[in-house]
């Protein structure tokens, strides 16, 4: 696993970026119906992206501030727009 990670030079500020942005995008976009289970998994992703975003934002390097903030814009958007899909 290390040898992949040193390949491909996947850092885990890429992990927010990769698993929860088509995750919630897929639950957006998507024909499902809102269950318990698809509104918690949407409501998971907008925690971690939050959590992600706060996390970074007290980073060393301008990347982990910049990447924390795009985290946090994410979270808000999916906030808003979850809550749009759900009044609508």
């Known amino acids: 696993m290390k040898k992949f990670f040193e390949k491909w030079k996947i850092d885990s500020l890429y992990i927010p970026l990769l698993i929860v942005y088509p995750a919630g995008f897929w639950l ?4 499902t119906d809102w269950h318990a289970t698809t509104l918690t998994l949407y409501i998971v992703c907008i925690l971690f ?3 992600a975003g706060f996390t970074e934002t ?3 390097s301008s990347k982990e501030i910049i990447f924390g903030y795009v985290y946090l814009i994410g979270a808000v958007f999916f906030a808003v727009a979850g809550l749009w899909m759900w009044l609508i």
Not at 28 to 31: D, E, K, P, S, V
């Open 49 to 51: 992206l939050a959590f």
């Open 58 to 60: 007290y980073g060393d």
């Open 28 to 31: 957006l976009l998507g024909t």
